[in-house]
C-alpha cells in the first residue's frame, strides 16, 4: 500500500515538475500566452526574460527527471526522497511567503504551494512504511530463491 501511494506521489511530483518542459520547448509567444493565462500581465518581447524563463523551465525538468528516476528505481534513489521532499517543502514555503508578500491572487501561486508542500510531506509520511515494504518484498524475494525454501 505504501509503496503503491510512494509511486503515485512520485508520478505527481514528476509530472508536476516536469511539465516546465514547456518553458524549454515553446516558442516564446505560446509560453507567455500560457503565462498570460495564469494571471501573468503583459510581457514584453525581452531576450533576457525569454533567456529565464528557458533557464527556469530546464531546471524544473530537471527536478522531474529527477522525481522519474526515483519512481523508475526506488530501491536504488531511496536515499534522496527524504531530501527531494525537504526541497519541495522548502520551495512551497518561498511560493507561499512570495505569493503573500507580492499580493497575488490566490490562483496560481496557492495551487503551485499547495502542490510543493504535499508532495513534500506526503513523501516524508509515507517514507518508512514504503521503505519496510519494499524491504519486505525483498526478503521474500531471497526467500523463494533460496535452496532451502525448496525443501
Same mark, same amino acid.
Given at each position: 500500500?505504501?509503496?503503491?501511494?510512494?509511486?503515485?506521489?512520485?508520478?505527481?511530483?514528476?509530472?508536476?515538475?516536469?511539465?516546465?518542459?514547456?518553458?524549454?520547448?515553446?516558442?516564446?509567444?505560446?509560453?507567455?500566452?500560457?503565462?498570460?493565462?495564469?494571471?501573468?500581465?503583459?510581457?514584453?518581447?525581452?531576450?533576457?526574460?525569454?533567456?529565464?524563463?528557458?533557464?527556469?523551465?530546464?531546471?524544473?525538468?530537471?527536478?522531474?527527471?529527477?522525481?522519474?528516476?526515483?519512481?523508475?528505481?526506488?530501491?536504488?534513489?531511496?536515499?534522496?526522497? *527524504?531530501?527531494?521532499?525537504? @526541497? #519541495?517543502?522548502?520551495?512551497?514555503?518561498? $511560493?507561499?511567503?512570495? &505569493? !503573500?508578500? %507580492?499580493?497575488? *491572487?490566490?490562483?496560481?501561486? @496557492? #495551487?503551485?504551494?499547495?502542490?510543493?508542500? $504535499?508532495?513534500?510531506? &506526503? !513523501?516524508? %509520511?509515507?517514507?518508512?512504511?514504503?521503505?519496510?515494504?519494499?524491504?519486505?518484498?525483498?526478503?521474500?524475494?531471497?526467500?523463494?530463491?533460496?535452496? %532451502?525454501?525448496?525443501?
Amino acid at each position: 500500500m505504501y509503496t503503491r501511494l510512494q509511486k503515485l506521489i512520485l508520478i505527481v511530483a514528476a509530472s508536476g515538475w516536469g511539465i516546465s518542459i514547456l518553458g524549454v520547448l515553446l516558442p516564446w509567444s505560446v509560453a507567455t500566452a500560457g503565462l498570460n493565462g495564469l494571471g501573468a500581465g503583459a510581457i514584453p518581447d525581452d531576450p533576457m526574460l525569454n533567456y529565464w524563463l528557458r533557464m527556469a523551465g530546464g531546471g524544473f525538468t530537471m527536478i522531474g527527471v529527477i522525481f522519474a528516476a526515483i519512481l523508475i528505481f526506488p530501491g536504488k534513489y531511496a536515499v534522496i526522497i *527524504p531530501l527531494m521532499a525537504y @526541497l #519541495c517543502i522548502a520551495e512551497g514555503i518561498v $511560493l507561499l511567503i512570495s &505569493g !503573500l508578500r %507580492l499580493g497575488l *491572487p490566490p490562483f496560481p501561486f @496557492l #495551487c503551485d504551494t499547495a502542490f510543493c508542500i $504535499l508532495v513534500g510531506t &506526503g !513523501l516524508l %509520511l509515507i517514507q518508512s512504511g514504503a521503505r519496510k515494504e519494499r524491504a519486505f518484498r525483498t526478503e521474500q524475494s531471497i526467500l523463494e530463491k533460496s535452496p %532451502l525454501s525448496s525443501s
